[in-house]
């Protein structure tokens, strides 16, 4: 194959996992969109509602852990088709309004789908098919891409509803929209995909051992558990950002609208500017990807103390909204990049997916409770007191990110003078 045609046939598995990553979880989180829907058309309750979100929740937090075996056991070319076929023929099934308790096990699959197969898997693949300068770039393409991608299909799939009537017929066709098209661009994955190596040589006996072997190395690497630790700290102070809305409704008593607007953009649009801007700073100006977010946990930390103290002075809300956007960019610039440095640290590409699951598991369990931390911090103390702990905690785990990214830097320079001296 010429070098033109890799790099095409490259950019267009970019582009395909790009769609998948913004498409696969549609179902899985059709909450976002439909939760009205939910109660009115499936007559679920808000409990309903809460068991299905908790259970898949404990599902997919376990099934980061078991991704550290299955991504590098398995060809992506292989899981990835699945992954998505799977999670579209479930949401199928989904639309037949089937009993709770059989809603409830379909909300499971898409759990195992997305979160345990599709998403490591992706993040290896993501990672293999850029190169040592491109790391930054690519992490940062995809965020912007999913961005850009859950706006389209989410404005697409209302407009189908409102158009087949907003009723049980158009919710059904939203579905259909969502599970027709993730298993569509699981076709197209399969035949852009390439196999891994793994998945063409030797007994299935021999793949077994290659791939324990592949998961016991990532947990004997301290690298792989720092960069992981890294991720926590980004993922930790990004969950205090859907906050800001809130508290600029409950303590400046700005219109519902203009606080939905704001949630908006703070969710999606800042997600498409920050990957780029993230990416190529990364790549271009810091040249490293660790060293980029150590600088931004400064930035972050200071956007949250100045934001905390213009909650004691008479500035205008646009300001305040400006403050609180600006530092929930900072955030996605982070998020875009935080799983590049998995290159920096020289993990072996054989062991790519096990090691980006392992950072998945680590790397996304402050979902599980800081939700819990910064509400009940808002419940004890209610008005803006509340408020102001919550960003003064986000603003403490900024400046424990920012040691954690520290000592990560420091690892990896140790480790070029090592390989240079060599």
Not at 21 to 34: E, H, Q, R, V
Not at 41 to 58: A, C, K, P
Not at 105 to 126: E, N, S
Request: charged share 10%; hydrophobic share 55%; proline share 3%.
């Amino acid at each position: 194959m010429s070098k033109s045609s890799a790099n095409t046939k490259k950019w267009l598995s970019f582009a395909m996992l790009m769609m998948g990553a913004g498409t696969i979880y549609k179902l899985y989180f059709m909450s976002d969109a439909f939760y009205v829907q939910m109660q009115e058309i499936w007559g679920l309750t808000n409990t309903q509602i809460g068991i299905i979100y908790s259970v898949t929740g404990w599902i997919s937090t376990f099934g980061f852990l078991a991704a550290v075996y299955i991504t590098d056991r398995f060809s992506k070319k292989k899981l990835i088709p699945f992954a998505m076929i799977l999670n579209g023929i479930t949401g199928m099934v989904l639309t037949t309004k089937p009993a709770f308790p059989l809603m409830l096990a379909l909300f499971c699959v898409f759990a195992v789908c997305a979160d345990m197969l599709f998403w490591p898997t992706m993040l290896k693949t993501i990672r293999l098919l850029g190169t040592d300068q491109e790391q930054g770039r690519m992490f940062g393409f995809l965020e912007t891409g999913r961005g850009l991608i859950d706006t389209i299909v989410n404005f697409a799939a209302l407009g189908i509803f409102a158009l087949l009537g907003s009723g049980l017929a158009g919710f059904t066709g939203s579905l259909m929209f969502f599970s027709i098209l993730t298993i569509v661009i699981g076709i197209a994955a399969f035949f852009l995909l390439e196999d891994d190596a793994i998945a063409n040589v030797g007994s299935a006996s021999e793949k077994n051992k290659e791939a324990f072997k592949g998961m016991i190395a990532v947990f004997k690497n301290p690298d792989i558990w720092l960069v992981s630790l890294n991720v926590f700290s980004v993922y930790s102070v990004y969950c205090g950002i859907k906050y800001f809305a809130p508290y600029l409704r409950d303590v400046y008593g700005i219109p519902v609208v203009l606080a939905s607007t704001y949630a908006i953009i703070n969710s999606y649009v800042l997600k498409m500017v920050g990957g780029p801007i993230g990416g190529m700073i990364s790549d271009k100006v810091t040249h490293s990807a660790s060293k980029f977010i150590r600088f931004m946990f400064i930035l972050v930390a200071a956007a949250l103390v100045g934001f905390i103290a213009l909650s004691h002075t008479g500035v205008g809300i646009y300001g305040v909204m400006a403050v609180a956007l600006l530092t929930s960019s900072f955030i996605f610039c982070q998020r875009a990049v935080f799983f590049a440095p998995m290159d920096e640290i020289k993990v072996p590409r054989s062991n790519t997916g096990a090691a980006m699951a392992l950072g998945s598991f680590i790397g996304y369990l402050p979902g599980a409770f800081m939700g819990i931390i910064y509400g009940a911090q808002l419940d004890a103390h209610p008005g803006a007191a509340g408020y102001r702990i919550v960003f003064t905690i986000m603003a403490v785990l900024a400046c424990t990110g920012f040691c954690v990214s520290s000592v990560l830097v420091h690892v990896i320079r140790k480790k070029k003078a090592a390989n240079t001296a060599a």
